[in-house]
């Protein structure tokens, strides 16, 4: 199995992430994704499989990412990472064992897709048989239909969104934010005529948010 560059380190606990210690110049053309969902797994087994995939395909050991999250969790400093490297320039491929340990959700996993289309970054899943580089036509193939099913997805929830809110209409329920209290706007007009536009300042005069400054404002000015 292919070992680490010697340039590389380990940054320890957070988010048991390992990164490449000049990530912004390094020109390594493969990024290793692994995450776990919890400190007390390893991802040993990916790793292992991964790092064989790109042995045999000849390519120079990789710089490897990890994380030890839910894959629900929006903290993930190796994804973080990952990315930063990514934008970086010089990454040929992203590989990891499966889809789900890259994304959250179909939606954010779009996201990601998109990021490295745009960057011409090929994506590579070991174990599903997913390689989205141009010279292949069925991984390019697979992920329109994943980018579809993700549109979809976001089609879905913006529909739900919708009608979740028209429901509560019916319910006679009001939506955004509540009016302002009647004596709150007179004594905000009363404040900005005594110290003039600074909102800020109107607003720590009489102990009130800045917003609520500005929206009084703003329906004057109307």
């Known amino acids: 199995m292919p070992t680490p560059s010697a340039d590389s380190e380990d940054l320890g606990s957070v988010g048991r992430c390992t990164t490449h210690r000049q990530m912004n110049t390094t020109k390594n053309p493969t990024i290793v994704y692994l995450r776990v969902s919890t400190a007390e797994q390893e991802t040993d087994s990916q790793e292992d499989q991964v790092l064989e995939y790109c042995r045999v395909r000849g390519w120079q050991p990789p710089v490897i990412f990890r ?38 959700s179909l939606t954010h996993l779009a996201i990601i897709f998109g ?20 010279q292949n036509p069925v991984g390019q193939l697979q992920l329109g239909v994943l980018m ?27 939506l955004g934010r509540p009016p302002l209290d009647q004596k709150v706007v007179g004594l905000i007009l009363a404040t900005a005529t005594r110290m003039g536009r600074h909102v800020r300042a109107i607003a720590r005069e009489i102990h009130a948010s800045p917003s609520s400054v500005c929206r009084v404002r703003a329906r004057v000015s109307r």
Do not use: W
């Not at 993700?150 to 019916?170: D, P, S, Y």
């Open 148 to 174: 579809a099913v993700a549109e979809f997805e976001r089609a879905l929830i913006k529909e739900r969104t919708l009608a979740g809110l028209e429901v509560t209409r019916k319910r006679g329920k009001r």
């Open 115 to 134: 990021e490295l289309q745009m960057r011409n970054v090929a994506l590579i899943c070991t174990s599903q048989g997913i390689d989205t580089s141009k």
């Open 67 to 104: 994380d030890a999250a839910s894959g629900a969790s929006s903290n993930r400093p190796g994804l973080e990472q990952m990315l930063a490297q990514v934008r970086a320039g010089g990454v040929h491929q992203v590989v990891t064992d499966k889809l789900d340990r890259l994304g959250r």
